[in-house]
């Protein structure tokens, strides 16, 4: 079955690091644009980050400097490195694939990250 | 803070047909790039709609049709029902420093 299941969200303290996980099923991660993102709660959507099948990456203004998107091929899984956390980035973390048609084809059912003391 | 403007709520009786604007610039929808849409069911995560500006992946049903014209898109409803009821979004592609891929503020779809 075609799949992602994210995983590593939790209640943090403002400036602390988190690391979220999502295990991809049934194709590659590594050929595919693989992004995060994220809704808080009771907002609208907003894209985090992008990893491109070459290897580039892309990060939203509001991470950039913070968050680090990275893939494991090996474990065919998708990461988010996620340091100097702010209230504000408290949401759901969904992952997505980018379908080769457009849009994004493919979601995770998502993981909550609470920043919070 | 999104770079695609929707509006907040739009509602229609069964059967009825109903319209969600998405309205971007020249960076985004007016440079060229494909607009998307999403339906996202209370709970649970979003689902492409539409991709390609118009195109309906398999198992949409054909009551979902999407347009773009110029610096704004459009999805459309028609025999809306109640399993409609749901928040869409729009998705596009922008040049500018910001960021690259962009979402719509979303529309709450309410069926009286």
């Known amino acids: 079955e075609v799949q992602l299941v994210e995983s590593g969200g939790g209640l943090i303290q403002p400036g602390g690091s988190l690391r979220l996980s999502c295990a991809a099923s049934?194709?590659?991660?590594?050929?595919?644009?693989m992004s995060w993102v994220r809704q808080a709660p009771g907002k609208g959507l907003e894209w985090v980050s992008v990893?491109?099948?070459?290897?580039?990456?892309y990060y939203a203004d509001s991470v950039k400097g913070r968050f680090t998107i990275s893939r494991d091929n090996s474990k065919n899984t998708l990461y988010l490195q996620m340091n100097s956390l702010r209230a504000e980035d408290t949401a759901v973390y969904y992952c997505?694939?980018?379908?080769?048609?457009?849009?994004?084809?493919?979601w995770g059912r998502g993981t909550l990250v609470t920043v919070s003391s | 803070q999104s770079v695609l403007t929707q509006p907040p709520s739009v509602s229609g009786a069964p059967g009825q047909r109903v319209t969600i604007s998405c309205t971007g610039s020249?960076?985004?929808?007016?440079?060229?790039?494909?607009v998307h849409w999403y339906q996202q069911l209370p709970g649970t995560a979003p689902k492409l709609l539409i991709y390609?500006?118009?195109n309906r992946p398999s198992g949409v049903p054909d009551r979902f049709s999407g347009s773009k014209s110029g610096t704004s898109a459009s999805l459309a409803i028609t025999g809306l029902q109640a399993e409609d009821e749901a928040d869409y979004y729009c998705?596009?592609?922008?040049?500018?420093?910001?960021?690259?891929?962009?979402f719509g503020t979303g529309t709450k779809v309410t069926v009286l």
């Open positions: 997505a694939r980018a379908g080769s048609l457009g849009g994004f084809d493919l």
């Open positions: 049934g194709f590659t991660v590594s050929s595919n644009y």
């Open positions: 990893i491109y099948s070459g290897g580039s990456t």
């Open positions: 020249s960076s985004n929808i007016g440079a060229g790039y494909d």
């Open positions: 390609g500006n118009s």
């Open positions: 998705q596009s592609y922008d040049s500018s420093l910001s960021g690259l891929y962009v």
